[in-house]
């Protein structure tokens, strides 16, 4: 299976924004997972935003809630993760991930588990400094 390719990292400033793209295989049906995920050194990698099209449920861990939005054309087979207002803590490799997996998720954290995601880009960096 062809692996999704992420984009759109690099260095911002603290309150500054980003616009994460990830390009991604062709889902052979209308039921697919797609997700966002970053890992800092010596850190486990976490999922942070996460949609379902089963049952149209959207996750956001709470570290992100408020200042990151995850949206997708399917039709383009990409999807985005818009960064706002960016903070130091944000710093980490960001890396998207779909599967195909169809389920019930409530818009809860089950649908953004590492563990449920099969296939994974290699990450694009965002670092936030000034």
């Known amino acids: 299976q062809v692996q999704p390719v992420e984009s759109g990292g690099g260095l911002v400033q603290p309150g500054g924004s980003l616009r994460l793209s990830c390009a991604a295989s062709r889902f052979s049906s209308d039921d697919y997972r797609v997700g966002w995920f970053r890992q800092a050194p010596g850190q486990e990698r976490e999922g942070i935003a996460c949609?379902?099209?089963?049952?149209?449920?959207?996750y956001y861990a709470n570290s992100v809630k408020g200042r990151f939005t995850i949206s997708r054309d399917h039709a383009k087979n990409t999807f985005y993760l818009q960064m706002n207002n960016l903070d130091p803590e944000d710093t980490a490799v960001y890396y998207c991930a779909t599967d195909p997996k169809s389920g019930t998720y409530r818009n809860t954290g089950v649908l953004c588990k590492v563990r449920y995601f099969g296939s994974w880009g290699q990450g694009t960096q965002v670092t936030v400094s000034s």
């Open positions: 949609f379902a099209s089963s049952d149209d449920s959207t």
